[in-house]
């Protein structure tokens, strides 16, 4: 349970708090993000040159979208734990790294390209593994614990 927890600290000293004032969203992005996530919660839109992002969460997965003015969809960065990855990928990582557990997953996706960022601890190290759509592992980042 202390992962669980440190986890949605860490997202959230990462996504810092509401911005005050309430941005005007255009009319298709709003309408596409409707029309697809009819079951978001906490639901925050911010404005940055014609672009528009939503942080909310579905299902207990803390989610960003970037919409262009007319509704289509540019970016996603999600935050979400071992269970949530796909199968496949979660028995390549159980294979390559026996020894060490999945602690947390970043997934973006810009347009077709999905890659997920797993973090991975054991008793020594944090190793984040990127993977793409082909499935190719690529240690990025690796920290010995303290």
Do not use: H
């Amino acid at each position: 349970m202390k992962k669980v927890s440190l986890l949605f600290a860490i997202v959230l000293m990462i996504t810092g708090s509401a911005f005050a004032n309430t941005p005007k969203v255009s009319e298709k992005a709003l309408k596409a993000f409707k029309a697809t996530f009819t079951d978001a919660e906490n639901v925050e839109w911010t404005d940055a040159a014609n672009l528009y992002t939503v942080k909310f969460t579905q299902q207990g997965i803390s989610t960003f979208i970037k919409y262009d003015e007319e509704g289509n969809f540019i970016s996603s960065r999600r935050y979400y734990f071992a269970e949530q990855l796909p199968i496949d990928i979660q028995c390549k990582l159980k294979k390559r790294f026996a020894d060490k557990t999945i602690f947390g997953v970043t997934e973006y996706i810009v347009g077709d390209d999905i890659n997920y960022y797993v973090k991975l601890e054991d008793a020594k190290t944090w190793t984040t593994v990127k993977i793409d759509n082909a499935r190719t592992m690529e240690i990025t980042e690796k920290y010995s614990k303290l």
